[in-house]
């Protein structure tokens, strides 16, 4: 009975004692650091996604690009082309195509006044192949619907951009900066949510950035103060308009709304 009492003392002090050297004060400080590390750390993510960069609307406000898909692979089965498919271009070694080329595919839909032609992008293709006065070129991450007719241009990587949703208040006063309008939502409605792109009416030439976001207000009623809807960040920048993705809004986006730079 003894010895079985002591095999049982000895167990407990056994587990007692791992316990005790278990807790570590320097290490569970060490932990809660690298725990609030993590928490840091999670809240900036890029804010300028694949489908942003590939997908997106924007204003086309310059001469029509002269490289065109003319053909391809499979337009006997089907008019859209996917990933890997391949397809055929208007331009050729002569004039100065090379293998390895990176192209965003453009469409170019209906003018907007005064603004420019609306325009989304298909997505990212490489050329494979060049003879004289045609080049093969094949979908490396396409939108769903490269097509026949679609325009192709210069692919230019764009940075990384870090950060997070700052958010939107009224603390922004009109005037204080960079202002302008959102000219056209991409939805068949009149009006977009978090997640869509909207386009505004300012761009490179009155000093707007990608990476930057912008406060949406709304004014109810005339004589009444605007109040802070939501908030956007820039995806894409052309001359004067540019495109934006909303990360935030407590109430559906309008055309018509203002924004302005924090």
Known sequence: MKKSLFTISGIFVFLLSGLILDFNPCLMIAQEAQIQKAKIFAEEYPLISDSDMYCSILIWDKAF????????????????????????????????????????????????????????????????????????????????DIRIGNYLIPFEEQPTVLGKDQGYDNNLRPGESLEGRVIYLDTDFNIVSTGHWALINIGADQGLKLGQQMTIFRQKKAGFPREAIGNLVIIDVQKNTATARILSAREAVEKGDVVQVK
């Open 65 to 144: 690009p002269e490289l065109k898909i003319i053909g391809s692979e499979r337009e006997d089965e089907r008019a859209m082309m996917v990933d890997s498919d391949t397809f055929y271009l208007n331009k050729g070694r002569e004039q100065g195509m090379e293998i390895g080329q990176m192209f965003l595919a453009l469409e170019i839909g209906p003018q907007i006044p005064k603004i420019g032609y609306l325009a989304q992008k298909k997505g990212k293709v490489r050329i494979i192949r060049i003879e004289d006065n045609i080049s093969v070129a094949r979908v490396e991450k396409g939108c769903g």
